[in-house]
């Protein structure tokens, strides 16, 4: 659904599929040279698991690579994850998005970004 949302609004999007493993998104996310990695989560997913996975993936990715994560399981999340966005339900996406470009100074024009989920 969140593709649905980000390509009219010009991203690019790789869907890479469910339980993709954190090795396989951090080398798709640098092969395509994406900037940035948005991931969901399930609510029947670990929080921990989750939480753990996603502060590796931070470590492993450029910085100034944007890392999101939403869905169900991201709402209980109890304490911050430095570099990564929670997002906490999918009508913040689109915020999500026009906040990243006005950071980054991306342009909103079709095919401007890249997305990875």
Same mark, same amino acid.
């Given at each position: 659904?969140?593709?649905?949302?980000?390509?009219?609004?010009?991203?690019?999007?790789?869907?890479?599929?469910?339980?993709?493993?954190?090795?396989?998104?951090?080398?798709?996310?640098?092969?395509?040279?994406?900037?940035?990695?948005?991931?969901?989560?399930? &609510?029947?997913?670990? $929080?921990?698991?989750? @939480?753990?996975? /996603?502060?590796? #993936?931070?470590?492993?990715?450029?910085?100034?690579? =944007?890392?999101?994560?939403?869905?169900?399981?991201?709402?209980?999340?109890?304490?911050?994850?430095? &570099?990564?966005?929670? $997002?906490?339900?999918? @009508?913040?996406? /689109?915020?999500? #998005?026009?906040?990243?470009?006005?950071?980054?100074? =991306?342009?909103?024009?079709?095919?401007?970004?890249?997305?990875?989920?």
């Amino acid at each position: 659904m969140v593709e649905a949302l980000l390509v009219p609004e010009g991203a690019q999007c790789i869907s890479l599929g469910p339980q993709t493993p954190i090795e396989d998104i951090r080398r798709a996310a640098l092969a395509h040279e994406v900037q940035v990695v948005a991931l969901s989560f399930s &609510g029947a997913f670990p $929080v921990r698991q989750a @939480g753990d996975g /996603l502060a590796s #993936l931070r470590r492993q990715l450029p910085p100034a690579l =944007a890392i999101w994560a939403g869905g169900e399981m991201t709402r209980r999340i109890r304490k911050a994850l430095p &570099g990564v966005l929670l $997002v906490s339900d999918i @009508g913040g996406t /689109l915020g999500a #998005l026009k906040a990243w470009r006005a950071q980054t100074g =991306a342009p909103s024009a079709p095919g401007a970004s890249a997305a990875s989920r």
